[in-house]
């Protein structure tokens, strides 16, 4: 697996130096003409518009039975005494936002319980108790039991009817009102990007003899160093031109996979990658151990819409959890809680001193729209939307 690196100018994340290609100044509406049709391509390129943690849900939140789970915020002020309580909510009329920095310091020593999760002990998690999720099946076997790499754990049935879905990220945070579909952890991120274009994803296809059926591809991750391209209306332009982090000409994120492409649709085999992340005021590498990638591709090529599955170190759930600060105070959460869930729930990558596990299984789901994926500006070559 490539080894995450600090998020400097001088390190690289990914394989080793390989050539580099690039595209010359053109606009991305000349190189849009000078495309053919989707078949006649030998690299695919796009650009995520969106990323959602994969959170199944129903109308009435069955999965939910016991309901969802109360904030840290909550916590806070019902350990009050009602003097207190009036004094430091104004009569309950201060809001969440402003309550923050307060009811995050609830640790018997000031100390921010998301921060420290372990500062203070809450009530359980409330988990997902349904048996349906997006995802899949990761260790491939359909009884949960232990196997090298995970620990025993109950599977899920995949929305699609698939057994064996391995998916306990969504177990531990379906029922957390912020990472919901109408929470705002998600919701927020997506913005994030959109307006400041930081944390950005690149994906190329390569190795490409026909678009909609090639069983023998390579996918490439990249980070962006561009913003979004957006139209009058705010949407994505597809085929717009991108050009990825590099330094000196090396790529700081260049993991690949192989996979296949079946009927316009991008089937990766597992590996182990660096995705770059930004949300909520939060960078991130995130590295995805046993990653595998569904993405359908749009006859015309211009967008595509996917789902990744791979297992998340709790460390780094934690490290993001711990860092939505204010974003919390109206998403509702609860650091403590979360913690001691996931490694409770935690399936993948057994510790070898403990045995306990340290990753959990996970799902995503995004979309993406065609791009000009530009490596290197000096150079004739290019990599094409389609």
Request: proline residues 5%; charged residues 20%; hydrophobic residues 35%.
């Amino acid at each position: 697996m490539s080894k995450p690196a600090n998020d400097a100018p001088l390190h690289r994340i990914g394989r080793g130096l390989r050539s580099i290609t690039a595209l010359s100044a053109l606009t991305a509406g000349t190189l849009a003409l000078s495309i053919t049709t989707p078949a006649d391509a030998k690299t695919l390129g796009f650009v995520v518009t969106t990323w959602f943690n994969a959170i199944y849900e129903t109308p009435f939140i069955d999965e939910c039975p016991r309901g969802l789970n109360v904030g840290y915020d909550e916590y806070w002020w019902r350990g009050l005494s009602k003097e207190d309580r009036a004094k430091l909510t104004d009569n309950g009329l201060k809001s969440r936002l402003d309550r923050f920095y307060t009811a995050i310091r609830r640790g018997p020593n000031g100390e921010d319980v998301c921060l420290n999760p372990t500062a203070v002990t809450d009530p359980p998690l409330l988990t997902i108790e349904g048996d349906t999720s997006f995802g899949m099946d990761l260790d491939g076997n359909t009884d949960g039991n232990a196997t090298a790499n995970t620990c025993a754990h109950e599977n899920f049935t995949g929305v699609d009817g698939t057994p064996g879905v391995d998916n306990q990220m969504y177990r531990i945070l379906g029922c957390i009102y912020g990472f919901r579909s109408f929470g705002q952890y998600d919701v927020n991120a997506n913005e994030n990007r959109k307006s400041n274009g930081l944390g950005m994803t690149l994906l190329e296809i390569s190795d490409v003899d026909d678009a909609r059926n090639d069983d023998d591809v390579t996918l490439t991750i990249y980070r962006s160093i561009d913003q979004y391209v957006l139209d009058g209306q705010g949407k994505f332009v597809p085929f717009s031109s991108y050009r990825i982090d590099q330094t000196d000409g090396v790529p700081r994120y260049d993991s690949q996979v192989k996979g296949k492409i079946v009927d316009g649709e991008l089937i990766t085999s597992p590996g182990d990658v660096n995705f770059p992340f930004y949300g909520n005021y939060t960078y991130m590498n995130q590295v995805f151990r046993d990653m595998r990638m569904r993405m359908k591709i749009a006859e015309n090529g211009e967008r595509a819409t996917g789902m990744v599955g791979a297992y998340f170190d709790i460390d780094q759930l934690m490290f993001y959890i711990g860092g939505l600060g204010p974003v919390s105070s109206t998403a509702i959460s609860d650091c403590p809680a979360v913690y001691v869930a996931a490694h409770k729930y935690a399936d993948g990558y057994p510790d070898p001193k403990t045995g306990k596990c340290t990753s959990l299984s996970t799902a995503y789901n995004f979309t993406a729209v065609s791009a000009f994926v530009i490596k290197d500006e000096q150079s004739a070559d290019s990599s094409t939307g389609q």
